[in-house]
């Protein structure tokens, strides 16, 4: 299980509003920031995250506490989000390719086409997957313990749930 902590803003139902800070990938390399990662992170700087998760363990708002996400879950949201748009590109070009060469067209516009339409149908699939998911119980964060209570242990700007 991967672990974040973070702090409860409310609570909506079973369910507790829990905002987290991205964290940033620098410093673990010996780019030591000079990357163009770390370049990025200072320019959009961290926006806190927002997320709901079950709150089996009965923390209120305020609470610190720490929230889990399944490996699997993770991987597989990862591979839709970052894979699966790709393949589809790279599918429907190769399909725009062999479509260029049965009607004798001598132009990138079929490859174009192809490429683009599945790109953006990939793009749709994943908006009705991401929509499944926002209501499965079972792919949702879990808040797992309560690091201190009244969210006293380090500051935390707060933001207002959308």
């Not at 409310?10 to 620098?26: D, K, M, N, P």
Request: with cysteine; net charge positive.
């Amino acid at each position: 299980m991967i672990e974040e902590s973070g702090v409860i803003l409310g609570l909506e139902g079973g369910l507790a509003v829990v905002q987290t800070e991205r964290r940033s990938t620098c410093g673990g390399c010996r780019a030591g920031g000079s990357c163009a990662t770390s370049w990025l992170d200072r320019l959009l700087g961290r926006r806190p995250v927002l997320l709901k998760a079950r709150n089996g363990i009965g923390a209120g708002p305020g609470d610190l506490v720490v929230v889990g996400v399944e490996e699997s879950d993770l991987l597989r949201a990862a591979v839709m989000a970052y894979l699966v748009p790709v393949l589809a590109l790279v599918l429907g070009a190769i399909l725009g390719q062999a479509l260029a060469g049965v009607i004798g067209s001598g132009s990138d516009l079929p490859v174009l086409l192809c490429g683009a339409a599945a790109f953006a149908l990939a793009l749709l699939r994943l908006r009705r997957y991401s929509a499944a998911l926002e209501g499965a119980q079972r792919h949702r964060p879990v808040v797992l313990r309560r690091l201190a209570a009244g969210g006293a242990s380090r500051p935390v700007a707060f933001v207002q749930p959308r």
